[in-house]
């Protein structure tokens, strides 16, 4: 059984910064994409940064040069490194993962979320 586990949300001034963590358990594939995506109230969800089983990594626009997706795979982890946040990167973060050489299509495992807040 896949479990995703989030942590490291919280709030934060603009400009600051915060670390995302998921502990990933149960994921045993070869081949895989992992990715956050976030969801922020009243708007529809949206991939921001995606790393594959190459250590290919893409990223949103609005978070290029900002954010950074790193695995540790001796520890199961994923990470999203989030430097200069703005007040439109609050949203709820969630971890996901597919099996496959593609991060395109859909994502059949989700954590619960963590939720960042940019405010001053």
């Known amino acids: 059984q896949v479990q995703l586990v989030e942590s490291g949300g919280g709030s934060v001034q603009p400009g600051g910064s915060l670390r995302l963590s998921c502990a990933a358990s149960g994921f045993t594939y070869r081949w895989y994409c992992m990715a956050w995506f976030r969801q922020a109230p009243g708007k529809e969800r949206e991939g921001v940064a995606f790393i594959d089983s190459y250590g290919s990594r893409s990223y949103v626009d609005s978070v290029k040069g900002r954010f950074t997706i790193s695995e540790d795979n001796a520890k199961n982890t994923l990470n999203l490194q989030m430097n200069t946040l703005k007040p439109e990167d609050t949203a709820m973060y969630y971890c996901?993962?597919?099996?496959?050489?593609?991060?395109?299509?859909?994502?059949?495992?989700w954590g619960q979320g963590t939720q960042v807040t940019v405010s001053s």
């Open positions: 996901a993962a597919k099996s496959g050489v593609s991060c395109g299509g859909r994502f059949a495992y």
